[in-house]
């Protein structure tokens, strides 16, 4: 720290996740002084494949949050020195002038494509050609949301003045600048994440996203001022007027900073409803040709990333469907559900008698392709809610060690370690198992909300709380545990792993397609 603890050396970061909204407060050794959560629907979903949510509900949500947390008590408002904001990426919000939204927000697990777009030509679309990158391209066009909102809805469109993620319509409706961070901007958005700035004039993603320059906030780096509370803002969050808002990240990132992943060898796992593996680098690789890595919660370093879309909903899903009795318990013990379904991962073998889960149950940019479904294959004669429960957690891992060893070798650094941040993080089978299939010992920092540190040391480095990231991230972060692998279960997902799973998605991608022809889904 910079001299002795000042009276206001407390911060309050807001989490905006997809199933919940927090409100958490830190002091500057990384401690969890205090928490809210509001629990809150995903999204809605007017036609199938659609996924939007009312803008306004995740304001609402932070008011309700930042209620709860100070009738908790545990903080004094005044021990407060400033805010910061991380929320889940890729949801767009469409405003008026004054910031108003025209229509639902789209939420980041929208399905929604807009076909038929004219590609990309002349010097560029030939380029694309050469480097056999026009269908990833045209991925892009097609996912954009501005595309569909426009070809759609032209009067919502014709209305537009701001062009928002859902981290900068919340900054605006914190300070009242139209203003986010760098490190917020995943998503279909024509940014030049090389540089870390919208992309220059007549770049073709400018084309892709016909988007306004205009239309786009202004943005500044990890750890810089977005501006302070206005006075509506201020009664909503209930601290004063002028309290300092500082810029973070999207939650992703935040996640590896708060987890203290900042070496390129220490491989950042994130189980939340997209299930991510990431190490953070401060030179530029792309995992997958044309698809760029994400700025990282420091300023000038980038997270390479790859995503499994759904991958702890499927956790999520199994205990809506099979898991209500965990899920009581657990409400009466005040304890998380996952600590109670470790039992069901003790009560099966490693393998899970044959059950494979391959979670690849949305599309990616290309990997995995458009036709891309998941399957549960059973090759034994003993499946029970046990043995689907252990697969869909091996099954993660496995996709989150093929993804990692794709960007380490991409970025020419093998993983050396790993630290797990999300729902697994509560839970020792989950993390035990993720050391087996990785054969990395698995770290376990000292707090599951990860996220909301790594947006807290943004906060203590914008304010001056600590001098610098690294004197932040080494009193702020540290692992309560290392789980390490066990050699024998190693050597058999290992087998699993080579054997089967790595196969398994080639082999199936023929009948994908097939699927996709006859039932049209995913729509083309």
Known sequence: ?????????????????????????????????????????????????????????????????????????????????????????????????????????????????????????GVTGLVFRALRVRDTV????????????????????????????????LVHRLTGRFVDSVASQVGY??????????????????????????????????????????????????LPEGTPVIAAAGDKACEALGSGALEPHIGSISYGTT?????????????????????AAIPGAWSLEVQVYRGYWMVDWFKRQFGGREVAEAAELGIAPEALFDDLVRETPPGSMGLLLQPTWSPGIRVPGPEAKG????????????????????????????????AAWRAKTPLRELRVSGGGAQSPAALQLTADIFGLPTGRPHTHETSGLGAAIDAAVGLGI????????????????????????????????????????????????????ITGYPPR
Request: charged share 20%; proline share 7%; net charge negative.
């Open 1 to 121: 720290m910079t001299g002795p603890a000042a009276a206001a050396d407390q911060l309050l970061a807001l989490d905006v996740g997809t199933q919940s909204v927090r409100a958490l407060v830190f002091d500057p050794h990384g401690t969890l002084v205090a928490a809210s959560r509001v629990p809150i629907e995903p999204y809605v979903s007017p036609h199938p494949g659609w996924a939007e949510q009312d803008a306004e509900l995740y304001w609402r949500s932070i008011g309700e949050a930042c209620t709860v947390l100070w009738a908790g008590g545990l903080v004094r408002r005044e021990a407060i020195a400033g805010i910061s904001l991380t929320a889940q990426r890729g949801t767009v919000v469409v405003t008026d002038d004054a910031g108003t939204p025209l229509r639902p927000a789209m939420v980041w697990l929208d399905q929604r494509r807009t076909e038929g777009l004219e590609p990309i030509g």
């Open 138 to 169: 045209a991925a892009f066009q097609a996912e954009c949301e501005a595309n569909w909102i426009a070809a759609n809805e032209p009067e919502t469109w014709g209305g537009v003045r701001h062009y928002l993620l859902l981290s900068g319509f």
């Open 189 to 238: 958005l024509p940014f030049d994440f090389k540089r870390f700035r919208w992309a220059r004039s007549g770049d073709w993603r400018w084309k892709a996203a016909p988007i306004d320059p205009a239309w786009l906030p202004e943005l500044v780096a990890p750890g810089t001022a977005l501006g302070g509370l206005t006075p509506v803002a201020a009664a909503v969050i209930g």
């Open 275 to 295: 299930a991510t593996i990431s190490t953070t680098q401060t030179r530029y690789v792309e995992a997958v040709p044309l698809v760029p890595p994400y700025p």
């Open 375 to 406: 399957a549960i294959i059973g090759f034994g004669d003993v499946h029970t809610r046990a043995h689907l429960y252990r697969a869909i957690l091996e099954g993660l891992a496995y996709a989150l060690r093929e993804g990692g060893e794709r």
């Open 466 to 517: 600590h001098a610098s990231f690294s004197s932040a991230v080494s009193e702020m972060t540290r692992v309560a545990e290392v789980v390490k692998p066990d050699p024998a279960r190693h050597l058999l997902y290992d087998a699993l792993y080579e054997r089967v799973y790595s196969r398994m998605y080639a082999r199936l991608k023929p009948l994908y397609e097939e699927i996709r022809s």
